[in-house]
């Protein structure tokens, strides 16, 4: 063979080479990328489990305090319309690696009891201590399910991977597995907590036309500009318009320096007031905090706003009102003030669901007392206050309302259960959750 044939054989096997190399390496480089994206997904449905188990933890515990067939109806239905969602979840993740087979049976079996205990009620029949009790012990288990799910998302958010013999993080720890004791399922449920600061109806007051400005006479740009420098305490000439808010509640909208505010095109009220400052200390009492807050309601022409519930992060105390007159409050009409915890200036404000939903009302009617229908609730409650509300309902209309403030016998847990003062029905049941940085609900 000549040294030219030599030649071309040589080249034609390094060529070989060179492309099995290139194949092999390509290989690698998608086999790795298909990894990476399969672990991407396996951590985005654990977090996602790690939802819905919340969502069952809370409406397993609402639950526990329904009394009336049509409550727990709502409940059960939550619970078993959601099931789909957790069981989706285990199917996307390598259940027997992360031993959370259990897990499956448990989930559903959790809305099944609540789902037969809802039917009990429906057919006249009462909820006995053994079945209260059962359900207490579904709720330790949805609770101890709850944080071992947590503590897997907790360890992937740390560096840790599923795709490995076990959930580890970058110390080579590996979770302790669920409890085989869990007697297994297959559901989930949606939660929403709601910040009681935001209103525990906000997500409900907030689709419909402006009642409050509807008939308003529309007002200049430059009688807003005026509106707006008052509010901020500041002079016109020292705000920038910054265009036109054509939402559902049109605005002018004005800058000055960190703020931004809405001053609604009909009726000039102010709608909105946005912050994008960071405040550093805390020297204003929350106390003081929340009387800043009334007082500034009034000046700009918001009255009869009664303190509910407050929240404060990174600073700011935000302090959640509701309209109130003659003793009744109404949950629609709400207005948050944001208060700086430094100097005690306001820096934010939200009303959109005060414009939306304040308007003359006929009052509150009752067909039973307060104390009687505080009869129908859980007998494993007691009651620590009640008052005379409105809430907003699903479909858009309002309901007069008994609010019951209660405590829990068996967990020193506190609630809220709203009871419809005409026909004694629970509309809506709130679990009260506090926290150093103030109260919120689920």
């Known amino acids: 063979m000549t040294k030219r044939g030599y030649a071309r054989i040589i080249s034609f096997a390094l060529a070989v080479i060179l492309s099995l190399s290139a194949f092999a390496i390509i290989g690698t ?20 489990l790690s939802e819905a188990l919340d969502s069952l933890e809370t409406n397993l515990t609402k639950s526990v305090y329904a009394s009336t067939p049509d409550m727990l109806g709502t ?10 969602r957790a069981r989706g979840c285990l199917t996307r993740l390598p259940a027997e690696q992360m031993e959370l087979g259990n897990a499956y049976k ?5 809305a099944d009891y609540a789902n037969y205990l809802s039917t009990k009620l429906a057919n006249g029949e009462e909820i006995s201590d053994e079945e209260h009790k059962s359900l207490l012990t579904l709720l330790d288990y949805a609770t101890r399910l709850k944080g071992d799910i947590s503590s897997m998302v907790d360890i992937c958010n740390s560096g840790g991977k599923i795709l490995s013999s076990g ?10 597995p669920v409890s085989d004791s869990f007697s297994n399922a297959g559901q989930a449920f949606k939660d929403y907590p709601t ?22 006479e529309e007002i200049t740009k430059e009688d807003a500009r005026d509106i707006a420098a008052n509010a901020l305490g500041r002079r016109a000439d020292e705000l920038t318009f910054s265009g036109d808010d054509d939402g559902r509640i049109p605005c002018y909208v004005f800058t000055c320096s960190q703020q931004n505010i809405g001053v609604t095109k009909k009726g000039g009220y102010i709608a909105f007031i946005l912050y994008s400052g960071r405040i550093a200390q805390t020297s204003v009492t929350e106390e003081n905090a929340v009387n800043i807050a009334k007082k500034y309601l009034e000046s700009i022409g918001y009255y009869d706003m009664s303190e509910t519930y407050y929240m404060q992060d990174k600073n700011i105390l935000t302090v959640n009102f509701a309209y109130q007159k003659d ?10 003030v944001g208060v700086s915890m430094k100097d005690g200036s306001v820096v934010s404000l939200e009303a959109k669901g005060y414009l939306t939903n304040h308007t003359e009302r006929n009052g509150f009617t009752e067909d039973s007392d307060a104390e009687t229908l505080s009869g129908g609730l859980s007998p494993y409650l007691d009651v620590l206050n009640t008052k005379k509300c409105v809430i907003p309902l699903e479909n858009g209309s309002e309901c007069d309302c008994f609010e019951y403030h209660c405590k829990s016998r068996d967990t020193n847990e506190e609630v809220l259960i709203y009871v419809n003062a005409h026909t004694g029905q629970e509309e809506n049941i709130l679990l009260l959750l506090y926290s150093d940085g103030g109260t919120l609900t689920k």
């Not at 409940?75 to 789909?84: A, M, T, V």
């Open 29 to 48: 480089v998608k086999a790795r990328q298909y990894r990476n994206r399969l672990e991407l997904s396996y951590q985005y449905s654990l977090n996602e």
């Open 75 to 84: 409940i059960s239905k939550d619970l078993y319309s959601d099931c789909s």
């Open 106 to 110: 448990f989930i559903s079996q959790a």
């Open 167 to 176: 959930v580890k993080n970058t110390d080579n720890f590996t979770l302790n």
């Open 195 to 216: 910040l009681l600061y935001d209103g525990p109806f906000a997500d409900a007051v907030l689709n419909r036309e402006a009642q409050m400005i509807k008939n308003s």
């Open 327 to 336: 003793g009744i409050t109404y949950y629609s009409d709400l207005i948050k």
